[in-house]
Structure formats: C-alpha cells, structure tokens
C-alpha cells in the first residue's frame, strides 16, 4: 500500500513542473581556469631528509621524513582533527566501534613480523555506488563534505567505509580524464587513542620532494607535496570542521589538476 | 501550432487533428512509454491508445497545461499495460526509498494531496534536482539518461537521486503527512 501511494501520488504532481522538467537543459559553462587556486609559490619549500616539525602546520606534525634507501617517506599526526562522540555516527558504524568489523574470513599468515600475530584477517567492508550514500551510513551528524564537484565528473570505483576504534574512514578511487585520483577522508573517534599517523611513500630517493601552501575552495588551510622523477606524484592533506582529507595523485607531479579540485572542497 | 489551436482542432474533432498531436507531440509521448514499457512495440500501442483517449476526452475536456496532461495519460497508460514490468518495479522500489521506515499516510491523505505536498517539496528545491527527480521519477528516464540531460556524472546524478529521496522523507514526517 504504501509503494502504491507513492507511485499514485506522482500522477498528482503540478502539471507546471512537468513540462518544466521537458524543457531543454540551459547549456552547462566550462569551469572558469581564472577561478582556479594558485599555489602560493613564496609558500614552497623542499624538504629534507630528517625533517622533524617541532610544530604542527595546518593541524598536521611531520614525526618523519626519512630515506630508506629507495623511498622517500613522509610520516605525520593530524594533531588539531575533533574527535566526534560515538553518538554522532550512524547505527551500524556505532556496533563497529564498539564491536570491530564483522570478519569473513581469516587465514593464517605467510609471513609473521615480530610481535604481530600470525593473521589475515578479511573484514566484510560496507561499500556504496555513491558518496552521498556512504556519507548518509556514516551518519548524518558528521559534517563530511559534499563529494567534489570535480571528482564526480568522472568514474569511481566503490566507496568504502573502514571503521576501527579510534577512526572512521571513507575512500574511493576516481578515474578523472585518465588521471587515476585516491581521495580518503579520516574521521576521529572520542575515546578512541591517540591521533592517527599516516605515512606516503614518494619513491625515487634522488627525488626532492617540495612541500606546498594552498587554501581549499571552502578556506581549509592545506599542504601539498610534489615529487618528480621517476615516480612523480602530487599529495594534498587538509583538515575540514575537524576532519583529514588526503588527496593523491599518482604518476604526476602536476599541480594543475589538483588545485582545481582543491577548489571543489 | 500552439497547444490551443491543437485543442481548438480536437474539440472539432477536425480531420488533421491526430495528425497534428502527433507531429507535435508524438516523440515527447513515445519517450514516456518506452521508458516505462522497455518495448518500441508495446510503446507505439500504448501512444494510439493515449490518442484514442484525448480524442474522446476533448471535448469537454480543455486542459491548461495540455503538455503534462498528455504525458499523464501516456504515463497511466504505460503503467496499466505493464504493471509487472521489472523496470517500473525497480522504479517503484527505489522511489519508495522516500517513504519514511513506518506508519502510513495520516487520516485521509489522499495520494492527490500526497502528490500536491510533494510538488510544493519540489518548488523548494533548486531547479536542477528537480529536473533530476521528474526525470527519473515521472519521466522514468534512466539515471543515465537524467546525467546526460543535466551535464552531470552518473555518480553525481545517483547522489543527488539520493539526498533528493531522502530529504522528500525527511519533508513528509515534518508536514506531519507521514506518522511514524
């Protein structure tokens, strides 16, 4: 009965939005290259190995930059992100928190490293065909950003949601003009421990790896890095209403594309 | 030729009458059907049909927004004929998504009075979603052919289908026409 209602009801819609909904769509604007972000290029500075930051910057602490020989890698803390009250998420994600994903499977490990234990452990991971969907399962009271009116002119694969006691992550690969584009979203937990770290491999040891200021379209302060060389690639982290956005682009250094969808964010 | 001097045509049940509506309204109707029917034959019975009925309907009938009163009875049709049609039933399904989880409509709310809340829901929102949930959900355009319309990506198009239905539930509990 109530499907049918639904349904019925739509035959009683204002016959005015109906043709309006037939008129021929406005012609759509290209994007504007002038409204696009500059990178402050007074704001660039090239890291060096062994690089600790004694503050954070935009909310993020570097605790390593080392070189291990083939990779450049970048460690840091997002120090000034909100940890958000487990009541704030949806349902499901507040049984995760308390509970841990629900396994699959698991499997004995090939290799053990010293004091791990000797699992692979397969979660059952809640994937979504859309942003707007696994932003709605994470819960509506986490002020997640809309999904980047850039990112979603091209393909995404699924967007995933991982949960763990001390953070919430959603991430979706996108496919964006051949530009293979990773952007993850970290959400912290109350009561869950310490901030997170996370660390970027930039490979190529000979390469520099220079580290940029910029401003996203919503006015979050961000951090870029570009490596060229061999392995180029383009990073972006920034903190918005309390929550860490990453942004990678692999196999280009150019900065181009991700000021513009800095500017969507 | 204007849809009033089409009227003036059918209500003299003039001899190029069907010719006309036709001319001017043949692809929007089929568009309707075959988005509902998934069948170019079933589609072409269903358009005669409609025909049939706007001949016996004018006169008496002088309808004001001729367009959408066409397409409705295109529409009607097209669901009648095909009630099992698993694309309707899909459409039907994913529409439902904004039914809030329980309860029933309140006291005597009609679909009619259900159908004017949800247009004045729709003026409330910007014209493109609207365009967006009127294609897919009237129209029963695809959500790939609604992305094409608009200029927009099939996520982007799926996303906005998406807060669309769900801010229509969120609407219906508020307006007090849904009680959970």
């Known amino acids: ?265 | 030729m204007t849809s009033d001097t089409l009227i003036d045509l059918l209500e003299q049940h003039a001899d190029q009458a069907l010719g006309e509506l036709d001319a001017a309204y043949g692809a929007y109707c089929r568009t309707i059907a075959r988005n509902i029917l998934q069948n170019e034959e079933d589609a072409e019975e269903c358009v005669s049909d409609a025909y049939l009925a706007v001949w016996n309907a004018i006169p008496p009938a002088r309808p004001e927004h001729f367009k959408a009163w066409l397409g409705t009875i295109v529409r009607n049709g097209a669901l009648r004929r095909k009630r099992q049609n698993s694309a309707a039933e899909a459409l039907r399904e994913e529409l439902s998504e904004a039914l809030p989880d329980r309860g029933s409509v309140a006291g005597q709310c009609e679909a009619k009075a259900l159908g004017e809340a949800i247009s004045a829901f729709l003026r409330s929102q910007r014209p493109d979603v609207r365009t967006a949930f009127l294609r897919r959900y009237w129209y029963a355009d695809s959500v790939e052919a609604v992305a094409l319309r608009l200029g927009w990506s099939v996520s982007k198009t799926k996303s906005a289908l998406f807060r669309m239905r769900k801010k229509l539930k969120d609407y219906l509990v508020k307006e007090e026409l849904w009680h959970e």
């Open chain 1, 1 to 265: 009965m109530n499907k049918e209602t639904m349904w019925e009801a739509m035959e009683h819609l204002a016959p005015d939005l109906i043709e309006e909904a037939d008129r021929p769509a406005a012609p759509r604007r290209r994007r504007s290259w002038s409204k696009t972000l500059l990178i402050a290029a007074a704001a660039c500075l090239v890291l060096a190995v062994g690089v600790v930051a004694a503050d954070a910057l935009f909310g993020l602490k570097i605790l390593e930059f080392a070189n291990d020989g083939e990779n450049n890698r970048l460690t840091f803390q997002a120090v000034e992100v909100t940890q958000f009250p487990v009541s704030q998420f949806g349902e499901t994600i507040q049984e995760y928190i308390e509970n841990g994903m629900p396994e699959v499977g698991r499997r004995p490990a090939d290799y053990v490293a010293e004091g791990y234990y000797g699992y692979v452990i397969t979660f059952d991971i809640p994937t979504f065909d859309t942003w707007a969907e696994a932003a709605d399962f994470i819960g509506a009271d986490i002020p997640l950003a809309e999904e980047s009116s850039v990112l979603s002119q091209g393909v995404a694969d699924d967007f995933c949601v991982r949960v763990s006691a001390n953070v919430v992550s959603l991430s979706a690969l996108y496919l964006l003009d051949g530009q293979t584009v990773s952007c993850s979203v970290d959400i912290s937990v109350q009561g869950g421990g310490p901030a997170p770290t996370y660390s970027n491999l930039f490979g190529g040891s000979k390469s520099a790896v220079t580290q940029q200021q910029t401003v996203t379209g919503s006015g979050a302060d961000t951090l870029i890095y570009t490596v060229d060389g061999e392995a180029p690639s383009c990073s972006a982290y920034f903190i918005r209403e309390g929550i860490l956005y990453s942004i990678i682009l692999r196999d280009t250094s150019d900065t181009a594309l991700m000021e513009e969808i800095l500017a969507s964010f």
